[in-house]
């Protein structure tokens, strides 16, 4: 597992494979200086986050080298990212052939 931090002390665990792509989108995000909210859902409760570029984040990953992307889910959670609604998390698509 691995975590996403947000900011003076906000700290999120996810599964390092879906943590490798929401790192891309949102970076790709935050590299055009687009806010965006992030919302998910774990066994506790809801989460949402308002993501800034002017707020530190860093990614930290148990395992040291990551997963080949899924250029599929990478568009699909791109796709949640550009909407009003903001990210969420969806399945993984299967790999495209």
Same mark, same amino acid.
């Given at each position: 597992m691995g975590h996403?931090?947000?900011g003076s002390? @906000?700290?999120?665990? +996810?599964? /390092?494979?879906?943590l490798? &792509? #929401?790192?891309? =989108?949102?970076? *790709?995000?935050l590299n055009?200086q687009? !806010?965006? =909210? +992030?919302?998910? !859902?774990?066994?506790?409760?809801?989460h949402?986050i308002? #993501? &800034?570029?002017?707020?530190?984040? &860093?990614f930290?990953?148990? %395992?040291r080298?990551? /997963? %080949?992307?899924?250029? @599929?889910w990478i568009e699909?959670?791109? *796709?949640f *990212?550009?909407s009003?609604?903001? #990210?969420?998390?969806? %399945?993984?698509?299967p790999?495209?052939?």
């Open positions: 996403l931090n947000y002390g @906000a700290r999120f665990t +996810f599964d /390092d494979r879906l490798t &792509h #929401l790192r891309t =989108v949102i970076l *790709a995000k055009l687009e !806010s965006l =909210v +992030f919302t998910w !859902s774990d066994d506790q409760q809801q949402s308002w #993501l &800034h570029p002017s707020v530190p984040v &860093h930290e990953f148990d %395992e080298s990551t /997963d %080949e992307l899924n250029p @599929a699909q959670l791109l *796709a *990212a550009n009003q609604g903001g #990210l969420r998390l969806v %399945e993984e698509p790999q495209p052939s």
